[in-house]
């Protein structure tokens, strides 16, 4: 008969495992939803300021979205694997990459009368 401790042991061994998983994906998921605040942060400042005009911003909107959508869906239905976390991050790279490039385009628009939660796309 298995004795009370080992079933403890083994219980307590089972349970630790799982701990690092659990915080990993939970660091993960703060992580990119960090990331996309950030980058709706920046969209909303470039259009505010002027530095992005109203197609511009909301053609990053759209792709924002996408990527909440996608990081949504992964998460709910199955988590986010290594590799899945990885190629999120990738996009969002890029999408980094691509807000930096329209605020700094030389295409400014009028920035009278802007609001930060004037932008309706």
Do not use: W
């Amino acid at each position: 008969m298995v004795s009370v401790r080992k079933l403890a042991l083994a219980a307590a061994v089972a349970l630790s495992a799982g701990g690092p998983l659990v915080t990993a994906t939970a660091f993960a998921k703060s992580e990119v939803n960090s990331r996309l605040e950030n980058q709706q942060e920046r969209i909303r400042e470039g259009y505010a300021n002027g530095r992005l005009t109203r197609d511009e911003a909301c053609r990053l909107e759209r792709q924002e979205k996408q990527l909440r959508h996608e990081d949504h869906h992964m998460a709910h239905h199955h988590g986010l694997s290594g590799q899945e976390r990885a190629e999120l991050n990738r996009q969002l790279n890029r999408e980094s990459g691509r807000i930096h490039a329209e605020r700094t385009n030389d295409r400014e628009a009028d920035p009278r009368g802007r609001h930060r939660a004037s932008l309706h796309c």
